[in-house]
């Protein structure tokens, strides 16, 4: 019995088995292990290449045939929302002044969801305050 009198419930449980399908894997061979890490740097860097070749067409004004403003530009060609590109912009910048304070910058792991972080991580830090201002999330 427990402490107020009641008796323990037993619940009458159906348990069932479930099966695992073992999926084998092949092997890389060397060169595809080569290729398969080139292409995953192409993807992380992706967003560094986006937000360099997005920072020319605004600041070139390269959209000026088609469209008044880089933000519908943006929206048209790419699908992009208001902020989007310029989050690459910043992205591509951080990644740039990380390359050149750090002297190990080229060896860093930079994604987008790394460089997102950058600005949080550094806001407390007051030499790089001034300069993460305008990247807070």
Do not use: W
Not at 24 to 48: G, H, M, Q, S
Request: proline share 6%.
């Amino acid at each position: 019995m427990s402490s107020k009198g009641k008796q323990p419930q037993i619940l009458d449980v159906d348990i069932k088995s479930v099966s695992v399908k073992v999926i084998e894997t092949e092997e890389l061979t060397p060169d595809e292990e080569r290729e398969r890490l080139y292409l995953e740097r192409k993807v992380e860097r992706a967003f560094y290449e986006a937000g360099k070749a997005l920072q020319s067409l605004r600041d070139r004004r390269l959209y000026r045939s088609t469209h008044k403003t880089f933000e519908e530009y943006c929206r048209d060609r790419f699908g992009f929302e208001r902020r989007h590109p310029y989050r690459l912009i910043d992205a591509a910048d951080v990644v740039d002044n990380l390359t050149q304070m750090c002297p190990i910058g080229h060896k860093l792991k930079l994604n987008q969801t790394t460089i997102k972080c950058v600005p949080m991580v550094y806001k407390s830090y007051p030499p790089v305050n001034d300069k993460l201002d305008h990247l807070n999330p």
